[in-house]
């Protein structure tokens, strides 16, 4: 079976198949495509499979015409339809794994897409789930959806966890040359999946179990959120202390060892930083051990938005003008520089925040046009910004007229450092 399997895959034969066509599953689609395997995308969203299917590219790293000849030539093509699983040898999972209101890990969708699965699963196929979980996902949930009847994980059929590293937005770094992680539930299943990845991806990084990938993830994306943590906190005692947090970062980062520069910020935000760790604090809670420092970071990056909303106030108070009735302009509400995911903004808490203080709240971003949360509805508003008592750098998109920010707005809150260098009373700094 496992010969077979790889045969298929060294061949470009394998037809391949992956759940959920977002951030992570769709640019990873393209790059199988790319590399000459016919593949077929699933998701539940109809707009999002028409649209691959008219090559329309709905993800900012996926450059417009990208991708409109792989689907042409027959290459690529997307459905909602889980029958055609039937028809595939390896399936990549790539659908949300959000937290619930009380932090408890939401696994529902990975449930119901392993449901469909299941449902069409046949012998000799590989599948691997990339959305990022708690350690011991693959084997507690994944496998006994698969290994039923007489199927046995390693003979039968390859199961293994990949962790999903993209960075959207980074011009440098994207799936093809980000190193793959990938750990199977046996060692020919890790052989498989790391032979599968080696066909599209640069580099494969293989570790000895699904438990083991799964970690990987959960330690990186923990190590940047208590470093930001950090950083955040180091930011409010410099606060305190009348010192430019910026500027010790700068020459901190000179150390050329031992030393790792991490930024503070208005808040923790998008699908990974703020969620990932407490799928961790969780699991480990679940064998007695609490996750101190996740909680600890967690709390601090939680206060950030309050912190930059004091900020505000008092720069208003400082100028003579009470918050309430101020008009605020929020530059930016991506929750990173050159993207347009709002997911977790602290844009958001920052606009609400501020609204139940009394201000008056408009906002621009050329990365997104409308924001829709909490029963509100926003339309980006550059001209507004003319007319604001206060301007709020909450996202330092490049693309950003700062000169003209400066020269024209009475106040300015930089929350990013975007304003690095200019001397001026008006502009307060995080
Ligand atoms: N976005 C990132 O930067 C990033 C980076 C690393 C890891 N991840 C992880 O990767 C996973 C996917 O994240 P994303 O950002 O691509 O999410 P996304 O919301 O952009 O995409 C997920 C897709 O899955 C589809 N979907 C939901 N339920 C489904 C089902 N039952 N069957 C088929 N399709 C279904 C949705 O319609 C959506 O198109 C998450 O676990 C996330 O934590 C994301």
Redesign the pocket.
């Known amino acids: 079976m496992q010969q077979t399997l790889e045969e298929k895959i060294r061949n470009r034969k394998a037809k391949v198949g992956i759940?959920?066509?977002?951030?992570?599953?769709l640019p990873l689609a393209v790059e199988f495509a790319k590399a000459g395997f016919d593949v077929i995308g699933?998701?539940?969203?109809e707009s999002?499979v028409a649209k691959v299917n008219a090559g329309e590219s709905y993800i900012a790293d996926i450059p417009q015409g990208a991708f409109g000849p792989l689907v042409r030539s027959g290459k690529l093509r997307a459905t909602t339809d889980?029958g055609v699983v039937a028809q595939l040898d390896t399936v990549n999972i790539?659908?949300?794994?959000p937290l619930r209101k009380t932090k408890d890990p939401d696994m529902s969708?990975i449930v119901?897409?392993c449901q469909?699965i299941a449902r069409y699963f046949h012998k000799g196929m590989l599948v691997i789930l990339?959305?990022?979980?708690y350690p011991g996902t693959t084997a507690e949930i994944v496998l006994p959806m698969l290994e039923t009847g007489d199927l046995k994980v390693g003979r039968d059929f390859f199961l293994c966890f990949s962790?999903?590293?993209?960075?959207?937005g980074n011009p440098k770094y994207q799936t093809a040359n980000i190193p793959k992680v990938v750990g199977g539930s046996t060692p020919a299943c890790t052989e498989v999946g790391a032979l599968f990845y080696s066909q599209a991806l640069e580099k494969v990084v293989p570790v000895s179990s699904t438990q083991v990938a799964e970690m990987v993830?959960l330690l990186e994306n923990t190590f940047r959120m208590i470093n930001i943590g950090l950083a955040n906190e180091i930011a409010m005692m410099c606060g305190r202390m009348d010192i430019n947090v910026w500027e010790v970062i700068e020459a901190a980062a000179t150390k050329p060892f031992g030393f790792m520069p991490f930024y503070p910020g208005p808040g923790l935000g998008?699908?990974?930083i703020p969620?990932?760790p407490f799928y961790l604090s969780w699991k480990t809670k679940q064998a007695g051990i609490e996750a101190r420092f996740i909680e600890l970071a967690g709390y601090i990056n939680g206060q950030m938005p309050l912190f930059v909303v004091d900020k505000v106030q008092n720069a208003l108070n400082d100028h003579g003008k009470p918050v309430r009735g101020s008009r605020i302009h929020i530059l930016g509400v991506a929750y990173k520089k050159d993207i347009d995911?709002v997911r977790e903004s602290p844009a958001l808490d920052i606009i609400q925040l501020l609204e139940r203080r009394g201000a008056k709240l408009t906002y621009s971003d050329p990365h997104v046009p409308h924001l829709r949360f909490d029963s509100k509805e926003l339309c980006s508003d550059e001209a507004s910004m003319a007319k604001a008592d206060c301007v709020v750098i909450v996202t330092d998109h490049s693309g950003f007229d700062y000169q003209t920010l400066i020269e024209k707005a009475p106040l300015i809150v930089d929350t990013r450092n975007a304003l690095k260098g200019v001397v001026s009373d008006k502009i307060v700094r995080l």
Do not use: A, M, N
């Open positions: 759940v959920g066509l977002g951030y992570v599953g699933i998701d539940i969203d999002k889980f790539c659908v949300p794994t969708y119901s897409s469909q990339e959305s990022t979980t962790p999903e590293r993209v960075d959207p993830k998008g699908h990974c969620i990932d995911d």
